[in-house]
């Protein structure tokens, strides 16, 4: 499961396809919601729960990323401050990678699947590189 892999591996195994690939990444941010009850509100300010909102997203070829840091550093200069970023692979076909047109598509329909809390087959990290799992 991709939930078992970090950033290095998950960049050493998208290498490793037959196909090229493309990387995808939503970068996210908690928010608390208006109508949030003062036990959930208690739980957001310990820095639990909320709901992820999409900021932005991006894809990269796989000769752009060579660790997680750096995909850090960029996305902190592009985008407003972040708390996870949900990160996918797209294969290409015939020895080619992706279009233009089939990232857009997967980029949109990742945005969607986290503003609708449909987070399987990503994997997510926090603004440390760590795994972030949800129940």
Not at 10 to 15: D, I, N, S
Not at 29 to 45: G, K, N, V
Not at 88 to 98: D, F, V
Request: glycine fraction near 8%; aromatic fraction near 6%; include cysteine.
């Amino acid at each position: 499961m991709i939930t078992s892999l970090n950033f290095e591996q998950l960049l050493r195994a998208a290498a490793a396809q037959a196909e090229p690939q493309r990387l995808l990444f939503v970068f996210t941010a908690a928010e608390l919601p208006a109508d949030a009850t003062p036990a959930q509100r208690q739980r957001f300010a310990a820095g639990q729960g909320g709901a992820l909102t999409p900021l932005a997203c991006v894809d990269r070829e796989l000769g752009e990323l060579t660790e997680f840091n750096n995909l850090v550093v960029e996305s902190r200069e592009a985008s407003p401050p972040w708390q996870v970023v949900f990160i996918a692979g797209l294969s290409g076909r015939g020895g080619k990678p992706p279009s233009h047109e089939q990232v857009d598509s997967a980029l949109a329909a990742m945005v969607e699947g986290v503003r609708t809390g449909r987070l399987d087959g990503y994997m997510a990290l926090d603004s440390a590189g760590e795994l972030v799992q949800f129940s």
